[in-house]
């Protein structure tokens, strides 16, 4: 690898990490690549069926809409890769990117924080991003001629977007004795599918078997439909899904004939749903006043999704509110032949909180048990251990600083990590649209055209923002801005010195969705 003279880095070349690039284009950043492509789980962590979960409108960059952007549906994981190769190029962003290099340890090397005071008070300021000096040594595994050699490099600050996704599987714990080791069956995780060279292997892996997918969200789903799909005919074996947690699944953008995002994604609709910021005491009222609607609205999608879905014929309407799914960002698109496939009985269902293996298949904490020949873990993705693989102590203890989630001011930056920026662990409708924004934003408090508040009140706002998440679903952990997002556009569009209302007038401005076109600066 050829010597960097670069003062920013940053690791990892997903969604996040080409839009940070693009907007540091000017301090020319070095983007560490693990793999041999950009995309992040659009290339490594999705299976042949993986679609966009919104509309194309509604996943674009500002500045690069999709050249077929008014087409309905879905794109699939293969046009999204597709889509940011072309934006990465356009922008001549590849350039930065340096692949098959693996980031796998950083090293703080920087200064004490600077400190004020006011009224005699000690008052935490974060400082400057970029210094004059390194504040960080990057650890770079390059692969030379079949060898795998280690390079240091400095860096004057860091912009972590790795991601919550893809490349640590969260494997469950079992009770002693009980785990996959006793199973005669083959055991895979949801990455591991996915990897999966070509179509016809993933189908010859599950044809014909008894297979079992634990879990119940959308990579569980979209596999438990391609093992269908490949059990069609005589000898065709179900697959059954195993779940803990039952949650709402939709099957369009259309509710009751009116669009899906008159009920969350306007600013009207934002206005019945708390928000972290400081507020009058009128709008305090207000809100209050208009909290009803929150349940009244969440029961006027639930009487479609149960009327339109056979989710109680299955017994798959769960018991919380719809409103808590789309609180925590878990509302699954499903795919149009789930339930045709179900009815078929090629999917199965087991509702179970607590389960095992044992030496032909799972058993469950019911006494009941189930025959497998396949068992694929959708459990999810472990985010925090992949930081705390490469982040050095302290600063691993300040992941979870606030109840469980990663302090993020404006979703980016940790009040407790100096010189370092975070992209793609905050969650919403549109997980595209936040990390560009936050990335334009990142980029002008880079170029120091604002200052940040200090640590107190970073990590205040921060509080206040769990305490919203933490009163609209119990499913809070999952970081998902989505009751607010507007809001909290608004706040970092008056931090930049942009207006806050994008729209042109005031009838837009309340029943129009916020979309990425909204905030192109030009």
């Known amino acids: 690898?050829?010597?960097?003279?670069?003062?920013?880095?940053?690791?990892?070349?997903?969604?996040?990490?080409?839009?940070?690039?693009?907007?540091?284009?000017?301090?020319?950043?070095?983007?560490?690549?693990?793999?041999?492509?950009?995309?992040?789980?659009?290339?490594?962590?999705?299976?042949?069926?993986?679609?966009?979960?919104?509309p194309r409108c509604d996943y674009e960059f500002s500045d690069f809409p999709w050249p077929n952007r008014d087409n309905a549906s879905f794109p699939s994981h293969t046009e999204m890769v597709d889509y940011l190769h072309a934006y990465a190029k356009h922008f001549d962003v590849l350039k930065f990117v340096r692949f098959n290099s693996k980031v796998v340890q950083l090293r703080f090397i920087g200064g004490e924080r600077e400190t004020a005071y006011q009224n005699g008070a000690e008052i935490r300021e974060y400082g400057?991003?970029?210094?004059?000096?390194?504040?960080?040594?990057?650890?770079?595994?390059?692969?030379?001629?079949?060898?795998?050699t280690i390079q240091w490099h400095p860096f004057e600050f860091v912009v972590v977007c790795i991601g919550k996704y893809g490349d640590t599987p969260r494997i469950?714990?079992?009770?002693?004795?009980?785990?996959?080791?006793?199973?005669?069956?083959?055991?895979?995780?949801?990455?591991?599918?996915?990897?999966?060279?070509?179509?016809?292997?993933?189908?010859?892996?599950?044809?014909?078997?008894?297979?079992?997918?634990?879990?119940?969200?959308?990579a569980a789903i979209d596999i438990a439909v391609e093992c269908a799909e490949a059990n069609q005919g005589e000898d065709g074996q179900p697959c059954t899904m195993v779940i803990r947690t039952l949650h709402w699944t939709v099957?369009?953008?259309?509710?009751?004939?009116?669009?899906?995002?008159?009920?969350?994604?306007?600013?009207?609709?934002?206005?019945?749903?708390?928000?972290?910021?400081?507020?009058?005491?009128?709008?305090?009222?207000?809100?209050?006043?208009?909290?009803?609607?929150?349940?009244?609205?969440s029961r006027i999608i639930e009487s479609y999704l149960l009327w339109r879905l056979p989710f109680e014929k299955h017994g798959l309407k769960p018991d919380h509110p719809f409103q808590e799914d789309y609180a925590s960002c878990q509302m699954a698109i499903l795919p149009h032949n789930f339930f045709l496939e179900a009815d078929r009985g090629r999917i199965k269902f087991k509702k179970a909180s607590k389960w095992w293996f044992y030496e032909n298949g799972l058993e469950f904490d019911d006494n009941t048990k189930l025959e497998a020949d396949v068992v694929i873990l959708a459990t999810g993705y472990d985010g925090k251990k992949k930081l705390k693989d490469i982040l050095p102590h302290p600063f691993t203890s300040f992941l979870e600083y606030v109840h469980g989630i990663m302090p993020l001011y404006r979703s980016t930056i940790n009040p407790m990590i100096p010189n370092m920026a975070f992209g793609g662990y905050v969650e919403t409708v549109s997980n595209l649209q936040a990390a560009e924004l936050r990335c334009k934003w990142l980029a002008r408090l880079v170029a120091d055209q604002f200052k940040l508040p200090s640590v107190d009140k970073m990590l205040d706002q921060i509080a206040k923002e769990v305490e919203v998440m933490k009163r609209s679903t119990r499913f809070y952990k999952r970081h998902c801005i989505s009751t607010f997002s507007i809001n909290h556009n608004d706040e970092i569009c008056e931090e930049m010195g942009w207006k806050s209302w994008r729209k042109n007038n005031w009838l837009s401005e309340a029943f129009s969705a916020y979309t990425s076109q909204d905030y192109n600066e030009v």
């Open 1 to 54: 690898m050829a010597l960097v003279h670069s003062k920013i880095a940053i690791i990892g070349a997903g969604v996040s990490g080409i839009a940070a690039a693009k907007q540091l284009s000017m301090y020319e950043p070095v983007v560490f690549e693990a793999t041999d492509s950009i995309g992040g789980v659009w290339k490594h962590a999705s299976s042949r069926s993986t679609r966009l979960q919104t």
């Open 172 to 218: 469950p714990n079992y009770p002693h004795n009980k785990g996959p080791e006793i199973f005669r069956g083959q055991v895979l995780h949801s990455l591991d599918y996915c990897n999966l060279k070509t179509e016809e292997e993933a189908s010859q892996l599950v044809r014909g078997k008894k297979v079992a997918v634990i879990g119940y969200k959308k």
């Open 251 to 297: 099957p369009h953008y259309w509710i009751w004939g009116l669009p899906f995002y008159l009920f969350y994604s306007t600013r009207s609709s934002q206005f019945i749903h708390e928000r972290p910021a400081d507020q009058s005491l009128l709008r305090i009222l207000v809100c209050f006043l208009l909290s009803p609607l929150r349940r009244v609205v």
């Open 128 to 148: 400057l991003l970029l210094t004059g000096r390194p504040a960080w040594e990057v650890a770079v595994l390059v692969q030379t001629n079949g060898s795998d």
